[in-house]
């Protein structure tokens, strides 16, 4: 990891991004990077044997951008960079000192833990923790790294199409889309370009400085005709009523007596035999996980005290607060599944 760090600080990426089709050389790489030949044919052979970029064949050291390395010259594969380096991999190197501290236990508080130890902030969530000034790089770095994820997965509508939720609406006024805790808009959005002419408010809730940064962004939410709301979802929800309530990678980040409080929040403003609650999260398999829905359990374990739930684990934390699991749908290749909720 610290060698993508060396060669996103030297824009390494976006100089082999420019004339992608043209090979170059280590010397005009070095040239346009500002570092010493010798340094980055180093970096540049670590890098092609892992397969980030491309060595090419022929006399000479010359090397060509990859499918990965056009992605990490994106503001977006920079910031997931940075967001590893400066966050992840250190607490994560926390990790096994916290869990003999503790007597080998799961950790399920989210304000003490390695995350906590690593910065030297006790008693305070990541989530508080990036909303500080000082810590303004690495919020702007987290909202683009989940916009990031999105490159990699199949849309939320695509796993589970909403078509028969929304047939028949009428009046522009009425809640038709509340997305709670959405981030910069990304899942909003699609929904608008996929259903454009379909009648009813489309609002986007999250906390004020994360909706600041969807206003600076290119998203564009007025354009679309979408509703930002401030919203803190560990309060009561404004919004009552709507057709479709929906949380996206939200309750993974929180352990089970924290995510009871955002599920009663919402459950409290649905109709009962009207509103559907969406969730978008991963599944984890009763055998055959795959290595990366247990890499990111762990991750999230580790920095949050939460985890990734299997569907009996989902079903009794959604019950707890009155809901009724109706069906999980799930596309195996993209390791996504969407659970479909009413009030019970």
Known sequence: MAFFIVADDLQLFKQLDQRASEPKTTSELARSCGAE???????????????????????????????????????????????????????????????????????????????????????????????????????????????????????????????????????????????????????????????????????????????????ESETRLVDLSIESQAYDFFLPQPVHGARIYFLSSVLHDWPDQDARKILRNVTSAMTRGYTVLLLSENVIPATGCNPHLSALDLTMMTLFGSQERTEEHWRGLLESEGLKLVMVYTIPSCLKSVLKLEKA
């Open 37 to 215: 030949p010798a340094l980055l044919g180093r970096i540049l052979r670590h890098l092609a044997s892992n397969g980030v970029i491309d060595e090419c064949a022929g006399e000479g050291k010359s090397y060509q951008s990859t499918e990965l390395s056009r992605t990490l010259a994106t503001p977006e594969g920079s910031s997931g960079i940075r967001q590893v380096a400066d966050v992840y991999t250190p607490v994560l190197g926390h990790m096994p000192e916290y869990l003999k501290a503790i007597g080998y236990k799961v950790p399920k508080d989210v304000e003490s833990g390695p995350f906590q130890r690593t910065v030297g902030r006790p008693g305070q969530a990541y989530f508080k923790w990036i909303q500080e000034p000082q810590n303004k790089r690495t919020a702007t770095d987290f909202n683009l790294l989940m916009k990031f994820t999105t490159r990699f997965r199949k849309s939320w509508m695509d796993v589970f199409p909403p078509d028969e939720l929304i047939q028949g609406q009428t009046g522009w006024d009425v809640p038709l889309l509340v997305d709670i805790g959405g981030g910069i808009g990304t899942d909003v959005m699609e929904f608008r370009r996929r259903y454009p002419d379909v009648p009813g408010k489309v609002v986007l809730q999250e906390l004020p400085a994360v909706l600041k940064s969807a206003k």
